[in-house]
C-alpha cells in the first residue's frame, strides 16, 4: 500500500514559517464533510434545547444578536460532546503535519466549532457580547494568560466553503514576528489603529480544506452575510513536553456544561423537558459552495 501523501508540503512549512500560515487542501474527502455537517446540525440542536429547557447560559454556547436574529456564534468545548467531530482531529496526516511544525508531539489544548449560524425562530437563549465576527486579535494573546508556550498554533477545518461573503479568516501575513499593542480593559484584542488594513488578507477555503496558523498571527474574521452557516473547526495545538496540563483554559467550561446537560437529560428522562427547538439550516448552495462539498 502506497504511503497517503504528507497534509503539509515543504512549500507549505515555509508559507507557515514566513508568513505565520499555510492552507493544506481536501483534508476532509466529501463523504466526511456530510457526516461532521450533520454532526454539527446534531450538536447545534441539541445544546439550544438544553438552553431551552435548563434556563440560563448553557456554557458551551456562544450565540450573539444581529438586528432581529440569533447568531449561534461558536460551541466550545466540543470533543467530549461529538466523538464523532473528535474522531476527525484523530487523523495521521494531521498529527505527523502538526508534530513536523511544532517539532514535539502535538497537545491538542483547545477544540471549538465556530458556526457563524442564524437560528431559525431566534430562540431565546443567553445573549453574548457581539454581532457575529471575531476582533482583531492573536489567540496566544489569550492562551499566555493559561501558560501555554507561544510556539501553540491552530488548525481550521473548514465544514462549509468560507469566502468573504460569510466571513472568512483573514490574517496579517509575517504578523507573528511582531509584539502588538492590545486593549488593556477587557479582552486582550489587537487595537485596530496599530494594524494596517490595507495588509490584511482573506484567506477562503473549500469544504475540507484546512488552515493552520500560528498563535501570534493576528487575524479575525468578519460577520456571516450569508443566509448558510459557516462552520469551521477550530483545533489548537502545543508541544506536548512544555504545556502542562493541555486542558486547563476549557476544564471547567467542559465541567460545568456536562453537569449542564447532565440536568437536562435528566429531564427529557421524567418527561419534563419536550423536544422544543428543530434547526431548519438552510438548503442549496452557500456563496461559493463546491459542488465537492455537498
Known amino acids: 500500500?502506497?504511503?497517503s501523501a504528507p497534509l503539509f508540503g515543504q512549500t507549505e512549512v515555509e508559507n507557515f514559517r514566513t508568513l505565520g500560515y499555510a492552507v493544506a487542501p481536501k483534508v476532509l474527502d466529501p463523504i466526511k464533510i456530510r457526516i461532521a455537517r450533520k454532526e454539527c446540525d446534531r450538536l447545534a440542536e441539541n445544546i439550544v434545547n438544553a438552553a431551552l429547557v435548563v434556563g440560563g447560559k448553557h456554557p458551551r454556547l456562544h450565540a450573539c444578536r444581529r438586528g432581529d436574529e440569533v447568531v449561534l456564534l461558536k460551541v466550545?468545548?466540543?470533543f467530549d460532546a461529538s466523538p464523532i467531530l473528535a474522531a476527525l482531529a484523530d487523523d495521521r496526516r494531521l498529527?505527523?503535519?502538526l508534530r513536523n511544525l511544532l517539532a514535539d508531539e502535538p497537545a491538542m489544548i483547545e477544540e471549538k466549532l465556530i458556526y457563524k449560524q442564524s437560528l431559525p425562530g431566534a430562540p431565546d437563549v443567553h445573549i453574548d457580547v457581539g454581532s457575529g465576527g471575531f476582533p482583531l486579535h492573536t489567540d496566544w494573546n489569550f492562551y499566555q494568560a493559561e501558560g501555554y508556550p507561544r510556539d501553540t498554533l491552530s488548525v481550521g477545518i473548514a465544514i462549509d466553503d468560507s469566502c468573504p461573503a460569510n466571513g472568512c479568516l483573514r490574517v496579517l501575513p509575517s504578523s507573528h514576528k511582531t509584539a502588538w499593542p492590545v486593549f488593556s480593559d477587557g479582552p486582550p484584542y489587537v487595537r485596530p489603529e496599530a494594524v494596517p488594513a490595507d495588509q490584511m488578507v482573506d484567506v477562503p477555503l473549500a469544504a475540507g480544506d484546512a488552515v493552520v496558523f500560528t498563535s501570534a498571527l493576528v487575524h479575525s474574521s468578519n460577520e456571516n452575510l450569508s443566509v448558510h452557516p459557516r462552520r469551521m473547526l477550530i483545533?489548537?495545538?502545543?508541544?506536548?513536553?512544555?504545556?502542562g496540563d493541555p486542558d486547563r483554559r476549557n476544564v471547567g467550561y467542559r465541567?460545568?456544561?456536562?453537569?449542564f446537560e447532565d440536568r437536562h437529560r435528566d429531564l427529557v428522562?421524567?418527561?419534563r423537558a419536550p423536544l422544543r427547538y428543530r434547526l431548519?439550516?438552510?438548503?442549496?448552495?452557500?456563496?461559493g459552495e463546491s459542488e465537492e462539498g455537498k
Open 76 to 78: 466550545s468545548p466540543i
Open 1 to 3: 500500500m502506497m504511503a
Open 280 to 287: 431548519a439550516v438552510a438548503q442549496g448552495s452557500g456563496p
Open 255 to 259: 465541567r460545568a456544561a456536562q453537569a
Open 95 to 97: 498529527v505527523a503535519a
Open 235 to 243: 483545533l489548537s495545538y502545543g508541544p506536548a513536553s512544555c504545556v
Open 269 to 271: 428522562a421524567t418527561g
